[in-house]
């Protein structure tokens, strides 16, 4: 799979940028929470979806821009994609105990912030 043309891979790199708000050290400290293991679709090996595409998103965010290949640009997208998707969910309320923002954490957003 190809990742598109340089233009489409700036503008995924920068729509992740935007979507992940948290450190790759923040993120990496949250992923080893109970809170964090707490939530998702399971992969069948006791992690979730997002639990894993957390971890690939603290060595995204450590990787240089130039080191990215098309991979790594796809997960991004996906990223930007249930970023987008589930913070358009949002429920009423105080979300600062919610299984919502703990799934959104898993994948590099705090809603908080």
């Known amino acids: 799979m190809t990742a598109g043309s340089d233009a489409d891979r700036e503008k995924t790199v920068a729509e992740f940028g935007e979507a992940v ?6 993120l990496e ?8 293991k707490s939530v ?8 979730s979806v997002g639990h894993a595409s957390g971890r ?5 965010l450590r990787t240089k821009k130039a080191d990215l290949d098309d991979d790594d640009i796809a997960h991004m ?13 949002r429920p009423a309320g105080d979300v600062t105990r919610t299984k919502w923002r703990y799934s ?10």
């Open 21 to 26: 708000n948290m450190t790759a050290g923040d």
């Open 29 to 36: 400290k949250w992923l080893g929470t109970d809170e964090s």
């Open 40 to 47: 998702g679709r399971s992969l069948g090996d006791g992690e």
């Open 56 to 60: 690939r998103i603290v060595d995204l």
């Open 77 to 89: 997208r996906k990223v930007v994609g249930y970023v987008h998707r589930h913070i358009a969910q």
């Open 104 to 113: 959104l954490m898993n994948w590099g957003h705090d809603p908080e912030k």
